[in-house]
């Protein structure tokens, strides 16, 4: 009987799923909760005197931004851009569009573990749906307007190789983001340990059926 449920246990522990990303509303928090942080933005990168450039993708520090809408650009905007809303730094938009809602996905060269990103829209009231590639998803259900960031941070206990932004009836906004390691680290069984615990699972349960058959064969 002892067996059997050391290899049920054993069991359990390759097939677990990888736990979803603890979310972060608020910058200080999230810094609570890692260390290292390193702040990516978009500054430096427009030409002087320059006011907005569109791209088609958008590559800083190893992380790359791109839009799944055709016709659609990524407009790198000055902070200033809008006088009366003037931004921390410069910032990305989707250029105008008839589109109902707008998506940008971001993808991380090195996978991290903790990253958080400040981010809005321009007329602001509506959804925002960040999607993780871990399956962790988040919704701002009353996005900030012109001039004004929200904030999502995001630690993961398995590595985050991309995300998406989904902004409802109105124009995504990203201005910068944060990549840091988390404070806590619990680790993950390697693809090739789970496959060994199988493997140790498998024989134990092996093991108690030849016990059981003897003891039946000696009664």
């Not at 006011?51 to 902070?79: C, E, R």
């Not at 851009?81 to 940008?104: K, L, M, T």
């Not at 009353?142 to 590595?159: H, K, R, T």
Request: aromatic letters at 10%; proline letters at 6%.
């Amino acid at each position: 009987m002892k067996l059997i449920v050391t290899a049920i246990v054993l069991a359990s522990l390759a097939v677990a799923p990888a736990s979803a990303a603890t979310i972060y509303a608020s910058p200080s928090s999230f810094t609570l909760a890692t260390t290292n942080p390193t702040n990516i933005n978009f500054n430096g990168i427009l030409s002087p005197g320059a006011l907005f450039a569109a791209y088609g993708s958008l590559t800083v520090s190893g992380i790359t931004f791109t839009t799944p809408d055709a016709g659609v650009n990524i407009d790198l905007t000055k902070a200033d851009f809008y006088p009366a809303h003037v931004y921390p730094g410069d910032f990305i938009v989707n250029s105008v569009n008839a589109n109902a809602n707008n998506q940008v996905n971001i993808a991380f060269l090195t996978p991290v573990e903790a990253f958080g990103i400040y981010y809005g829209a321009v007329n602001g009231g509506g959804i925002g749906t960040f999607t993780l590639s871990d399956g962790t998803v988040y919704q701002d259900t009353s996005l900030p307007g012109l001039g004004v960031l929200g904030f999502a941070g995001f630690v993961s206990s398995s590595p985050i190789t991309s995300l998406s932004y989904v902004v409802t009836n109105d124009s995504w906004i990203a201005e910068s983001l944060v990549l840091a390691t988390p404070a806590n680290i619990v680790s993950t069984p390697e693809p090739g340990s789970g496959s060994l615990i199988l493997a140790a699972a498998a024989t134990l349960l092996c093991a108690a059926a030849v016990i059981r058959r003897k003891r039946r064969a000696r009664s």
